[in-house]
């Protein structure tokens, strides 16, 4: 366990750096203009990936940090579904025909709470528009609580091939705590349903920081879901406490919340059991047996990050549908509105225009920075002077990390050899903080817009 001093040092509010600039950088001087330039200005027959964001819920999780609401008319959920053909529409025309796309990926919230037949209805809309390629990968985030009867096969019959799956932790008392009661074997019923769909890949997300739980709980737990449901892929969450985001996080009892020694404690014990049961430890939160393709890509340093977590997809442009989804472009980013009333709004009074709101460019800075940033995060180690070579940078570019750098190999999570920074496994937890090292957008202490590092 790092001396407490360490904790101290790393223990600010950070971005978990899916994207550089990260979404604290959107603002409104960047929106549909900008989707519909970058949209138009993406080269015929360059790959793209789609991302679609169902915001409903049967029901809240008290911990969920995502843009999520319960929506119980199965008419509204089905008018959802609509605005996402809508936009898929409007998106293809601007790209134009023949499109190929290698990775779906449907989340949210939980995109099961679209009715059967609007799920139908909008991966037709997208097989007709785009060209789906062979062996794409099409995922979907399912709540194990609430799977309705037919939707495995039918996600079998439209080509799903990996579904990621919540489970957070089993420990009871955890569970209560955080509102959200799940056994587990409504978990392994859920993961054989889809096996018998032919849904072959299974994720699985664990948390770990969460109320009341404890080192022992939170090692029990990767244990049991890797000897039972033996997923192809663990995420291993730290609980991210943003009550000023998601005022339901006040409703969890703040005084049970494990302090950040306990929360490292947590990680170290569930990283040992998954590596104990042949998982191997990619980027700073996921797990992946070897052989997978995750593990190669990290292996062979071709991993990338992305608004979705870790992925072996390397398609430059990838386009969120939905209210709040975010599109990924070369030039920068841009974000949906956020609440679904108002995206819902936004479609309708203006069918000419896409629904982006916010969002920001991406300077030749941010794509250096950005580069050493996602390197750092995929391989645990880069060499920024390289990284500025290949953009036109001088090799002082970084001077300003160096103090840093240097502390950080005291502190024995990096080591630096020569221009290359490599990130030790005692490092590994602490990735955001040395990532956070490049970033020129970085909130000065004491500003929350993120969760805290540890
Ligand atoms: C977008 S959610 C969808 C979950 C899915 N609908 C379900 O009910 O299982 C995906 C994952 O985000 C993680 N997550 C949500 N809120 C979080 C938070 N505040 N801190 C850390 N991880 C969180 C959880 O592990 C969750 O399974």
Redesign the pocket.
């Known amino acids: 366990m790092p001396p407490s001093d360490v904790l101290v040092r790393y223990g600010g509010n950070l971005p978990r750096y899916t994207s550089y600039p990260t979404a604290a950088q959107f603002d409104a001087t960047v929106g549909a203009a900008e989707a519909e330039a970058w949209l138009r200005a993406v080269p015929a027959g360059t790959p793209i990936s789609l991302y679609l964001h169902v915001p409903f819920?049967d029901v809240l999780?008290l911990?969920?940090?995502?843009n999520?609401s319960v929506v119980r008319d199965s008419g509204l959920r089905a008018a959802y579904g609509l605005l996402l053909i809508d936009e898929l529409q409007r998106v293809a025309a601007r790209l134009g025909p023949d499109r190929p796309v290698r990775h779906v990926q449907w989340?949210?919230?939980?995109?099961t709470t679209l009715p059967p037949a609007t799920m139908r209805a909008v991966m037709e809309t997208l097989h007709r528009l785009f060209r789906v390629e062979a062996g794409a990968e099409i995922a979907i985030?399912?709540?194990?609580?609430?799977l309705p009867e037919d939707y495995p096969p039918l996600l079998g019959e439209l080509g799903f091939n990996r579904a990621?799956?919540?489970?957070?932790d089993l420990d009871p008392v955890v569970q209560a705590a955080s509102g959200?009661v799940q056994s587990l074997e409504q978990t392994e019923d859920c993961v054989r349903r889809m096996r018998s769909a032919g849904i072959s890949s299974i994720n699985v997300?664990?948390?770990y920081?969460l109320p009341y739980q404890t080192t022992d709980g939170a090692g029990d737990t990767a244990l049991t879901v890797a000897d039972t449901l033996r997923p192809d892929r663990l995420?291993v969450?730290?609980?991210?406490?943003?009550p000023w985001k998601?005022k339901r996080?006040a409703l969890l009892p703040q005084g049970a919340l494990p302090p950040p020694a306990e929360r490292l404690a947590q990680r170290a014990r569930i990283d040992a059991a998954l590596r104990l049961a042949g998982y191997r430890a990619i980027g700073l939160d996921h797990y992946a047996r070897p052989g997978d393709a995750l593990c190669r890509a990290a292996e062979a340093g071709t991993l990338h990050r992305n608004f979705q977590g870790y992925t072996v997809d390397p398609a430059p442009v990838l386009i969120g549908i939905g209210a709040s989804a975010i599109s990924s472009f070369p030039q920068g980013m841009t974000q949906n509105v956020p609440a679904q009333a108002f995206y819902a709004r936004a479609m309708e009074t203006m069918p000419d225009s896409l629904p982006a709101v916010r969002g920001v460019c991406r300077t030749a800075d941010d794509r250096l920075r950005g580069e050493v940033i996602e390197r750092l995060m995929c391989d645990l180690k880069v060499d920024p002077a390289a990284v500025g070579a290949r953009h036109g940078a001088p090799a002082s570019w970084y001077d300003g990390a160096w103090p840093a750098l240097r502390q950080a190999q005291a502190d024995g999570l990096v080591v630096l050899d020569g221009t290359v920074i490599r990130v030790t496994e005692e490092g590994r937890p602490f990735l955001r903080n040395i990532a956070a090292v490049f970033d020129a957008h970085h909130a000065p202490a004491g500003v929350k817009r993120h969760?805290g590092a540890l």
Do not use: K, M, W
């Open positions: 819920c999780c911990f969920c940090g995502c999520t989340g949210g919230g939980t995109p985030e399912l709540d194990p609580r609430f990621s799956l919540g489970v957070q959200r997300d664990l948390i920081g995420a969450f730290g609980y991210a406490h943003v998601q996080q969760a």
